[in-house]
């Protein structure tokens, strides 16, 4: 079940990037400030990648934890 570990691995690592990403575009929105719905306006497409890498990093976890344990 190696594989399976490595797999999870390589998915978590893709989570990670992407929340990294979201990090990165926040606060740079926060540094650029502005009013709060120009704030919303520049936050809110960062929801979707956000819960999409949070996902992936979960579903990655869950591979390697199979994957040790089998």
């Known amino acids: 079940m190696e594989f399976l570990v490595i ?6 690592c893709v989570g990670l990037v992407g929340l990294l ?3 990165i575009k926040a606060a ?6 502005g009013t709060q719905e ?3 306006a ?5 929801i979707p990648l956000n819960l999409g ?9 869950m591979c ?5 344990i089998l």
């Open 7 to 12: 797999i999870g691995v390589i998915i978590s």
């Open 21 to 23: 990403i979201c990090i």
């Open 28 to 33: 740079k929105a926060k540094r650029e400030g």
């Open 38 to 40: 120009e704030m919303q």
């Open 42 to 46: 520049k936050l809110q497409p960062l």
């Open 53 to 61: 890498s949070l996902f992936l990093s979960i579903i990655g976890l």
């Open 64 to 68: 390697v934890v199979f994957g040790v």
